[in-house]
């Protein structure tokens, strides 16, 4: 049997594993990296890139550099990379070609099928993008599955006695939490919280304004108003986030980041945990408020709960811990690595698929209320843009529900439709997913026709809805995906050609060094453009030859020399 995969797409980080010898494995690249950033981009000269290397080109190109792609998918948004215009869902293709790329250098066969996890608070559209993005990727997406409850598997709790569990899942752009109960070996999602646009991202943000505000009120400059500026500033901000989490203070230095009257200016700072702890706190709060919502939708309190698992990078923040175990009165469980653990679980899902000993049964619920708008009779007539749910939040999928309606006036020959989702009683507050119109209704009186609308919920999250005439037999019926955000068959079949005729480059990833020594000797060519013809123009330009050579040769030991030799005489030069 052909292999199936597991894939986490990530908002930050991606990963790809696969069950062996009954465990799951995180697969790992030829330089023995497991974790592929979820960065694309095209370089100066075409060439499409594709994790680490598109994520340094990030700090020197960001026009020309695409990150967080997971945050526009389900959206018409069309995001510019080179010369070229790509879909989210394409953007992500890229992303997936590599993951696959691994599999099938690791496993020395094609890989051709996948089960690829999503928020569990994503929406009809958003899982949809997600596989449509694997389809032209070349995968069979066989399961969409929500992080959670794949992080629950990883745990292999599903072996252990029968319990309830809070999995709070923080990554870099998204946060959700869910409250599962494992019962004989099924594991169940009982409600699900959270927020798709919240994360690690966010909290980089918050950092880059503060540090932003420090050096204006410095020098006078913004950095955030130049996006070359704003790139380093945003590394260097996730950076010193990262190194926060074990370390009370983290240094930030970015040389000749801006330039003031001819003379450059340089960024160096020290930041306190318990500042970076302050600038997130109102959005780390708002996750607990989550958690709070996710319980009382569970019919649960915290003391119930056997187990809080930790899932994504963001929650190696100390702080996450500390407000989680005030709330549960119970220390988080980090056994198994926070950026790994989705995808394990998604390998762990994909095994059972491929007939894998391994005992789970896994049932998720739909992460919004879904229904459609009516209107209703009160006394002074109808009342119009009302929303009446049929499939409630927190209703375990797969799931069929159905409802009767009628029509408003007696000489209604066809009735529109439409299908939303979200919590609202007024239903265009909502999420509008699709909408049709079912004609040849039998005129009647007014209330007679009996209209049937019937919503199926899948196990991927998928909604397909009919409607029906009871008495004439009169049916339409939608999957709701032909959304205006979503790509057709036709704009699908295209983006596969396009996403598939790319040669992507993403081996040999440069070092950090090798960032600096680039944006080094950007700055070197800057001053060279300035300098008149002599001996100081020489030297300059022998240490960017060199540095240069060294660069294309790989040379760690000369690139840092060089690079020392060059800070000098930058420094020298423009005093």
Known sequence: ???????????????????????????????????????????????????????????????RTIKSIKRKMGSDERVNLGEETYTPPEISAFI?????????????????????????????????????????????VLRIINEPTAAALAYRLDREEDQFLVVYDLGGGTF????????????????????TE???????????????????????IDLQADRRSLARLTRAAEAAKIQLSDAPFAQIREEFIATQDGKPLHLEMEIERSRFEALVSDMLESTIECVQQALEDASLSADEINKVLLVGGSTRIPRV???????????????????????????????????????????????????IEVAEWQMMG???????????????????????????????????IKVYQGEEPIAS????????????????????PEIIVNFDYDVNGIVHVSGKDKRTGAAQEITVTATPDRLTEEQKADATERVGDVEIVWDA???????????????????DDSLADGEEKTDLRELISALETALGNQDEEAIDELQEELLDLLYDLED
């Open 509 to 527: 990833a440069p070092t950090d060094s090798h960032e600096d020594a680039v944006v080094l000797l950007e700055r070197a060519s800057e001053v």
């Open 176 to 195: 959700d939490v869910s409250v599962i109960e494992i019962n004989s070996g099924v594991v169940e999602v009982r409600a699900s919280h959270g927020n």
């Open 1 to 63: 049997m052909k292999p199936i995969v597991g894939i986490d797409l990530g908002t930050t980080n991606s990963e790809v594993a696969i069950i062996r010898e009954g465990r799951p494995l995180v697969i790992a690249d030829a330089a023995g990296k497991q974790i592929v950033p979820s960065f694309v981009g095209r370089s100066p000269t075409g060439e499409m890139l594709v994790g680490e290397l598109a994520r340094n080109q990030y700090t020197v190109d960001p026009e």
């Open 96 to 140: 997936l070609r590599r993951l696959k790329s691994m599999a099938e250098e690791f496993l020395g066969e094609s890989v051709e099928q996948a089960v690829i996890t999503v928020p569990a608070n994503f929406s009809d559209k958003q899982r949809q993008a997600t596989k449509d993005a694997g389809e032209i990727a070349g995968l069979e």
């Open 321 to 371: 811990a500390d407000i989680l175990e005030d709330v549960m009165m119970a220390q988080p469980h980090l056994e198994v690595d926070p950026d790994l653990c989705v995808a394990m679980g998604a390998s762990a899902q994909a095994g059972i698929i491929a007939g894998e000993p391994i005992d789970a049964v896994l049932v998720d619920v739909s992460p919004h209320s879904l229904g």
């Open 198 to 220: 919240l994360g690690g991202d966010d909290f980089d943000a918050a950092l880059v304004k503060y540090i932003a505000e420090d050096f204006k009120q410095q020098h006078g």
């Open 429 to 448: 507050h909502n999420t509008l997913l699709g909408e049709f119109l079912l004609e040849g209704v039998k005129q009647t009186k007014r209330g007679q």
């Open 382 to 416: 109808p009342v119009f843009d009302q929303y009446n749910v049929i499939i409630r939040r927190n209703t375990p999928v797969p799931v069929s529900k159905s409802e009767v309606y009628t029509t408003l006036s007696p000489d209604q020959k066809n009735v529109e």
